[in-house]
């Protein structure tokens, strides 16, 4: 079975300073990946996915996600933070296994600029 | 254009009690999804909807949790003889047919806030 794991539920960061946010996937088949982001008083949206291709995937905000098989590993980065990327990250994962649409998410991370 | 709106926002309830939380999808969205957030928990999978069917319920918690889509569009899930440990942010998703593994994104709420006293 599928399943998801943020170990960091907090992370505080100073404006302007790089960010990883941490997410390891366990599954027996392939697997599609994506994160969402939450910001304060709006709903889940996605902010970005791995789906085939190239392991390294981008948001338009400056996010990126490298997909690492031998790692089972989608880790989330950013080389320098703004105020308004607080929100809390939700990293997800889908077996690849045709008729499965469970997303499983993991259980968060905070992400907490300091001005 | 109009986004996945779920009603109510807030329903307090007494333990015991039967509620019913609302969910209306994008307009031509065919998958729908529910899922719950307790405090502290990440996104817990409750059901999926292709059109009206469900091929998937393996989330439903117990027996006292149901869910119902009807033509297409709104879906109501429905908790029965409500328990202190249903208090949570129940929210709803939908997306494109096909779904998430057809790149279509999740598209959600702003979900229903259950509080059972």
């Known amino acids: 079975a599928q399943s998801v794991t943020q170990l960091d539920s907090q992370v505080p960061v100073f404006e302007e300073a790089p960010v990883e946010l941490r997410c390891n996937y366990s599954s027996s088949v392939s697997v599609y990946l994506f994160w969402y982001v939450q910001y304060p008083n709006q709903g889940l949206q996605l902010l970005l996915k791995?789906?085939?291709?190239?392991?390294l995937v981008e948001s338009i905000n400056g996010f990126e996600a490298e997909f690492n098989k031998s790692q089972t590993s989608f880790h989330l980065r950013k080389p320098s933070v703004h105020i308004s990327d607080t929100a809390e990250y939700f990293c997800?994962?889908?077996?690849?296994?045709?008729?499965?649409?469970?997303?499983?998410f993991g259980t968060g991370t905070r992400l907490t600029i300091i001005p | 254009g109009a986004g996945v709106s779920q009603s109510p926002s807030n329903k307090v309830t007494e333990k015991g009690k039967d509620v019913e939380l609302r969910c209306d999808p994008i307009?031509?969205?065919?998958?729908l999804y529910w899922y719950r957030q307790s405090l502290g928990q990440g996104l817990e999978f409750l059901i999926y909807f292709q059109g009206n069917s469900a091929p998937d319920k393996s989330g439903l918690p117990s027996d006292r949790f149901s869910a119902e889509r009807t033509g297409g569009s709104v879906s109501t899930l429905t908790i029965q003889r409500t328990q202190q440990e249903d208090s949570a942010v129940y929210l709803c998703?939908?997306?494109?047919?096909?779904?998430?593994?057809?790149?279509?994104?999740?598209?959600f709420g702003n979900g229903t806030r259950l509080t059972v006293t």
């Open positions: 791995y789906l085939s291709g190239s392991t």
């Open positions: 998703a939908s997306s494109l047919a096909g779904g998430i593994r057809h790149n279509s994104p999740l598209h």
């Open positions: 307009s031509g969205h065919t998958a």
């Open positions: 997800a994962v889908i077996e690849s296994n045709f008729g499965n649409e469970k997303l499983t």
